[in-house]
């Protein structure tokens, strides 16, 4: 139990322990005096029996009473707080949750998987302190795999993800920090396998449109009340000038691009695309000059990005044993380098609190030299790996553009905002289609994809009377649906 418990915590009952039995022991001694003093026969006995010390002892209500005035206790008293409570760093509350597997399939309507998700050794603890709050989240390793082959998979089997979140931490003079790392992922692009994922969606026979485009709207609900959670965060804390760090090192995706090209035709050409190592770091100088104390900033580094060309079985592991393996031994024809290992440095500085005199956000980014790689042979192969990213003509397109059949469509001005917290507002002119109880903002009207999509069940949708809004046409009003239109057109 001594190591379970804090080691001050443990000298403290001790002190308050071994005081009460010299209290104990002096009121023990007194009483035996008063005792032997009251008999005036030497061998004169009291009618009290004469106590085993081997009996137990047991501590008796007085005794309880004495203990409690010891340590200041009162019985019923709710408003006291405990020792524990005294210390900023004694664990009040703690929180361990492990999974050790957990396994995710994807399943299409003859019972046959497209893909499947697995996930070893995912532990997460909350460490609550009286004013200290820790999260800590650790993942082992992941695969994503298909009947076609595999799909991704962590590069370690073991912390391929972690990430710690703490309010006021002990070891850093901050408000609030978070620390999240990752490890490499190798992923394998499947075209093949990527179509089918997608087309199950598509699929009216798998998902019914009306429950694909019910699941994209809360999908982008839930995403955008993320978004403005982050972004009003970011302005309070910009605002309070509260002090926070952030330290994030991710390694990004290490991605192979798989072809059936065979320039010999013996080794298929693939494309491996390194994204590099993304780190990105708060510098927070409490000893700065006041002129740059008035703005956050952001250390982003990007490095190790490259690319190159393969001709026959290559994985990202030999990476690192290229240099001590000898080329009989390699699996592959040849190695044509694309964009030589690079990087990009930026430094990023947004305003605390807004001020005339100064500009609201600072960049200054470095550049190194970039080295690309260029040859009839990387040509071929490079438009060979294009072909695979060109979209093939669909009859049944508009199935999947609903926008193309709207109820009703026009040119609009939307406010967005733009700028670290979204602190600046633009007006941008957007295309609008309506679309049943869904609405859609595109780029133009020609646009094959969607800006922004939105739900708009429970509410109730109409034209206004152009005598009302100034004799303009094609007003449509939206309002919720247990208002009536009466009390719309009189707000108008």
């Not at 002190?15 to 007194?30: N, Y």
């Not at 005792?35 to 309880?64: A, M, V």
């Not at 082992?140 to 370690?156: F, I, K, M, Q």
């Amino acid at each position: 139990m001594d190591r379970e418990l804090d080691m001050e915590l443990i000298l403290q009952w001790r002190m308050l322990v071994h005081k009460f039995v010299a209290q104990s022991a002096k009121l023990d001694l007194q009483s035996r005096k008063e005792k032997t003093k009251s008999s005036w026969w030497s061998f004169g006995r009291d009618n009290q029996p004469i106590k085993d010390e081997t009996e137990p002892f047991h501590f008796s209500e007085e005794d309880w009473e004495r203990l409690n005035k010891i340590i200041g206790y009162t019985e019923g008293d709710d408003n006291q707080s405990d020792i524990i409570n005294d210390k900023a760093d004694a664990l009040q509350t703690s929180l361990n949750v492990y999974m050790k597997h957990s396994a995710t399939k994807l399943i299409d309507g003859s019972n046959e998987y497209l893909a499947e998700l697995s996930c070893e050794g995912l532990d997460c603890f909350i460490k609550l302190y009286p004013e200290t709050k820790v999260f800590d989240v650790k993942l082992g390793s992941y695969r994503v795999s298909s009947p076609n082959g595999l799909l991704a998979e962590s590069a370690t089997t073991y912390d391929s993800l972690t990430g710690i979140f703490c309010y006021k931490p002990f070891d850093v003079k901050v408000d609030w920090s978070m620390v999240a790392k990752a490890s490499p992922c190798y992923v394998i692009y499947l075209k093949d396998t990527i179509d089918q994922v997608i087309k199950f969606f598509q699929s009216k026979t798998a998902v019914s449109q009306t429950l694909a485009l019910e699941t994209a709207s809360a999908l982008q609900m839930t995403i955008d009340g993320v978004k403005r959670t982050a972004q009003q965060q970011v302005n309070r804390a910009l605002k309070d000038q509260s002090r926070f760090l952030l330290d994030f090192d991710i390694a990004a995706p290490k991605i192979t691009i798989p072809t059936d090209f065979c320039p010999d035709n013996k080794h298929s050409t693939k494309l491996m695309l390194d994204l590099g190592n993304l780190l990105i770091h708060t510098e927070d100088d409490f000893e700065s000059s006041k002129k740059l104390d008035m703005y956050l900033q952001f250390n982003c580094v990007l490095r190790d990005v490259s690319a190159f060309l393969v001709d026959g079985d290559y994985h990202w592991s030999q990476v690192a044993a290229n240099k001590s393996t000898p080329p009989a031994h390699l699996n592959y024809a040849s190695l044509l380098p694309v964009i030589d290992k690079c990087g990009v440095i930026l430094k990023l500085e947004q305003i605390r609190l807004e001020n005339p005199s100064y500009p609201s956000t600072r960049l200054a980014m470095q550049l190194p030299s970039l080295g690309f790689h260029f040859s009839p042979a990387r040509y071929h192969r490079l438009m060979r790996i294009a072909k695979l990213f060109q979209d093939e003509d669909n009859e049944d397109s508009d199935s999947f553009r609903p926008w193309n059949q709207a109820d009703f469509e026009g040119w609009l001005s939307t406010l967005t905002r733009k700028g670290v917290g979204n602190r600046e507002a633009v007006w941008q002119r957007r295309y609008l289609c309506l679309v049943g109880p869904f609405l859609y903002v595109l780029e133009n009207p020609g646009a094959k994809s969607y800006k922004q999509y939105i739900s708009l069940r429970g509410k109730h949708r109409f034209r206004v009377p152009p005598e009302i809004v100034g004799d303009a046409d094609n007003v449509l009003a939206i309002c919720d649906s247990a208002r009536s239109d009466s009390k719309v057109l009189t707000a108008f």
